[in-house]
């Protein structure tokens, strides 16, 4: 079977986000992203060019976990497809407007400081009830740190 792929954008949260709902009822969430541009030189550094302003927007369960996660400022990685869509200007002249709708959204790992906090499987509730927690890990399962949060050796 082939690789299921879509689009995807990566910026910052240049926006607060805005969460409304559709005529449905549905979650809309509104942010106005930014992409850093950067040219290569010919010693191989880098220059940072123009940044670039777009509209994102996502919906649903999508929409309503990312107005509780995301905040101005934050790096993202989001999957989804690009919308053009025509709107009248300030003028009522017709314009193209180009929104990305992502599907999928979460913090850029690269670029973000963060904890994970996972709920705990069966497993590792009845190694902590015995209290054989360490002694019954292989380095090919993932442990808690002691704040409860993350995973090492994987």
Do not use: C, W
């Amino acid at each position: 079977m082939a690789i299921h792929t879509q689009e995807s954008l990566s910026g910052f949260i240049a926006s607060e986000p805005h969460l409304s709902f559709t005529e449905k009822g549905d979650a809309r969430l509104f942010v106005k992203i930014g992409q850093e541009h950067y040219r290569r030189e010919e010693d191989g550094s880098f220059t940072q060019t123009e940044t670039t302003f777009h509209d994102l927007v996502a919906f649903r369960k999508t929409a309503e976990r990312a107005h509780q996660r995301f905040a101005k400022g934050d790096k993202f990685v989001a999957e989804g497809y690009t919308h053009t869509y025509d709107h009248n200007d300030d003028n009522g002249q017709p314009i193209k407007v180009e929104e990305f709708v992502a599907k999928k959204i979460g913090h850029d790992l690269a670029r973000t400081r963060y904890a994970v906090d996972r709920p705990r499987r069966a497993q590792e509730t009845d190694s902590l009830d015995t209290g054989l927690e360490d002694a019954t890990l292989s380095h090919d399962t993932p442990r808690r740190t002691s704040a409860g949060v993350g995973s090492v050796g994987r």
